[in-house]
């Protein structure tokens, strides 16, 4: 279920209104998780490796593709706390929220808390559950957990983005590795998977 515009164009995000409608609009457009453990999208998504690796100043990595069946076994051995990237990323929900206080954009912050679950949510499940399903509850409930959480602060991030300081969106490669339909799964141990 795709978010009308014209929906979300009737709240209030702040100065920067346009962008995270265009932005949340955009998301609520793609295909969750399609082609997890397929070729199609494959080039796609490791050129926007390349993009979260320069962002990130991460210089050497290996891309790691998985199968489906690899996926219990990998997301139950990994820990975030041990991923470059997530040592990375993991302090800018608290850097958005100081901001947001900062500027007096608190109020837009929370609409958009309260939004995205509602746009994207069913919309992630359904491919979640559709692709990966079968390897089970806990996956299928990990992989929504990352959408919601990576897509929420995405916006959360254009919320602020007329900022000094916020021009770029990190999140942005992101999100366009899920829009090729492959989930990525993280950097560990100088590798970036991806299914």
């Avoid at 346009?18 to 199609?40: A, I, Y």
């Avoid at 979260?52 to 996926?71: C, N, V």
Wanted: with cysteine.
């Amino acid at each position: 279920m795709t978010a009308p515009s014209y929906q979300l164009a009737t709240i209030d995000y702040g100065p920067n209104t346009d962008s995270v409608v265009d932005l949340m609009t955009r998301v609520s457009r793609t295909d969750w998780f399609s082609t997890v453990g397929k070729s199609p999208g494959r080039a796609a998504a490791e050129k926007s490796l390349q993009e979260i690796s320069h962002r990130f100043g991460i210089d050497e990595y290996r891309i790691q593709w998985l199968e489906k069946d690899q996926l219990p076994s990998f997301l139950e051995g990994v820990r975030l706390e041990t991923s470059l990237l997530w040592q990375r990323i993991h302090d800018i929900p608290d850097r958005i929220r100081e901001k947001a206080e900062d500027s007096g954009r608190m109020p837009n912050l929370t609409a958009i808390a309260e939004h995205i679950p509602e746009y994207l949510f069913h919309q992630s499940f359904d491919g979640a559950f559709r692709e990966l399903g079968s390897q089970g509850k806990e996956i299928v409930q990990t992989a929504v957990g990352s959408v919601m959480y990576l897509a929420g602060l995405a916006c959360a991030w254009e919320l602020l983005a007329d900022t000094e300081g916020w021009e770029t969106n990190p999140y942005e490669p992101m999100l366009q590795v899920f829009e090729t339909g492959h989930w990525p799964l993280g950097l560990f141990d100088g590798a970036f998977y991806l299914i």
